[in-house]
């Protein structure tokens, strides 16, 4: 047995795999709110002056949508959601821990040392590199979930699949189709990584410092996911705005033959445009239905993310003693 397994730490393959698994566990439940976020915030979209509302809230959307498309529309781009939760928080879950290690060693110091700077440096670059390996999947999700067949908002995009989106997309626009957004993806996960890890980690440490609650009871993995949802949905609802809308917006033909977005050139002339269309509103579109996806997502992703570690371990363990 190796002194990696002695101290029951599990490698980065491991990581990436057990936090893919939480992270579809969690998408199947959050997937409906992710729908109505999306719809919310294409809704009006650089129109000033107050555009007629198709949806009135998100609670109004998630009925309407229901209502008109059945659990079909509630799980709009749900395959394509399993595929980039695996890549994203596999990645984010799973080099979380070796990048921090790194960094703190890069910084001279124990690696075992929770340092708020290296922490907020590692959730950052494993999420970058997470969104970057997904984004292809986020673009098509995002636009599977902004179809509408009843009461489209924005640019409509029809898929029969996640496949059929990736050989439709890469036959109109090649590779470059494909990895649109990306400078949005990296920006939105970023922020959001940069907070998640972190306060999670910080929150469950101090339960458990102070007493509040044991250290591993499932009560302080829900007290502290609950508080790192929060963080992220605040951290992260600006860039989200962006990054949906560059996914979504038409594309148009250049002089020397390139396909580029009609609306926005990058993620900053995306928020600059709304900003100035819809003022600051415009970034928090859809904030509500975003804190209804990010709060159990996060709950269920990272609860369940340490649950399956330790019925892992336990696995493990039978099966080296045994």
Known sequence: MSPETDKGRISTTEGFILGGIAACIAVTISNPAEVVKTRLQLQGELAKGGAPKVYNHALDALAKTWKNEGLRGV?????????????LNGSRLGFYEPFRRNINLIFGRPVEEQIPFTSVLAGATSGAVGASLGNPLFLIKARMQAYSPALPVGTQH????????????FRAEGPRGLVRGIDAA???TSMGSSVQLPSYNFTKTQLAKHGILPEGSTWTFLASSTVSGACVCLAMQPADTALTRMYNQP???????KLVGALYRNPIDCLWKTFKAEGIRGWYKGSTAHFMRIAPHTIVTLTANDLIINIYKKVRRKENDS
Not at 159 to 165: G, L, M, N, Q, V
Not at 251 to 257: I, N, Q, Y
């Open 251 to 257: 594309t148009t033909r250049t002089p020397d033959g």
């Open 158 to 169: 029809y898929y029969k699949s996640p496949f059929d989106a990736f050989s439709t997309i």
């Open 186 to 188: 990296i920006l939105r």
């Open 75 to 87: 799980q709009r781009g749900l395959g394509a959601a399993y595929m980039y939760q695996i890549l």
